[in-house]
């Protein structure tokens, strides 16, 4: 009985103090800290294995296509530019389909009541 206990307050501790250390972490740190357990699912060696293969398959069929991989290119900052411009370009054009509804309805308007 004595053994059980101190197991679970060791559990205990161990909680404590891993719930302490996420609480101190910058965000990029847990950023990394969370990519870090995504790369190691829980369970069986097969099946960690077979999460492994389909992933390098991933990436293979994804370097094939010519597709850029996901850290590569939005740390770019050909890439950043890019995002900013069509969010910018986006914005315009939401702003521009405002007005266009405006001005139809006021045509609208206008045809009804004269």
């Known amino acids: 009985m004595k053994k059980l206990q101190n197991k679970l307050a060791a559990l205990e501790r161990q909680a404590k103090n891993r719930a302490r250390r ?3 972490m910058t965000d990029q740190e847990r950023a990394r800290h969370e990519r870090w357990h995504a790369q190691r699912p829980v369970g069986s060696s097969a099946s960690r294995i077979a999460i492994k293969l389909e992933r390098s398959r991933a990436e293979e069929a994804a370097m094939a296509l010519g597709a850029p991989r996901e850290n590569s290119s939005r740390e770019d900052p050909e890439y950043c530019a890019l995002v900013n411009e069509i969010a910018v370009l986006k914005e315009l054009l939401r702003q521009a389909q ?13 045809e009804v009541f004269g």
């Open 22 to 24: 996420l609480a101190a």
């Open 98 to 110: 405002v007005k266009a509804e405006t001005v139809e309805m006021a045509d609208q308007f206008s």
